[in-house]
């Protein structure tokens, strides 16, 4: 379990824990474009959840490993949580891409 600290755009400190063996596991046997989708679509799966899995995308893409059709995930997060949700998520993901958590994490196990 890794805890992820960020400042909110209200100012408040917030944090949240996230397990990344799932992710990165689904990242690897779906392809990116259908785990985002998937996890969009999935009822349970809050922002910073997804927001992890769009970091691991982010990479990948940077890498050039795989084509993803990020104009469909983010209508699809639109339609779930609105053009704010898609936000924050970006913003979200964007600090876990730069702090490059998951090669820590990959280190650990």
Do not use: H
């Not at 998937?38 to 890498?63: D, F, M, V």
């Amino acid at each position: 379990m890794k805890d992820f600290k960020f400042k909110a755009r209200d100012g408040r400190k917030r944090s949240f824990k996230m397990e990344l063996r799932y992710e990165l596991a689904c990242l690897y046997l779906d392809g990116c474009t259908e785990t985002l989708l998937k996890e969009i679509a999935n009822r349970w799966t809050t922002q910073p959840q997804l927001a992890l899995t769009y970091a691991l995308a982010l990479k990948a893409a940077t890498k050039g490993k795989e084509r993803i059709d990020w104009k469909k995930i983010n209508e699809a997060i639109i339609k779930k949580w609105s053009l704010s949700g898609l936000k924050r998520v970006k913003e979200l993901a964007w600090i876990g891409f730069e702090k490059d958590f998951w090669k820590k994490e990959k280190s650990k196990q």
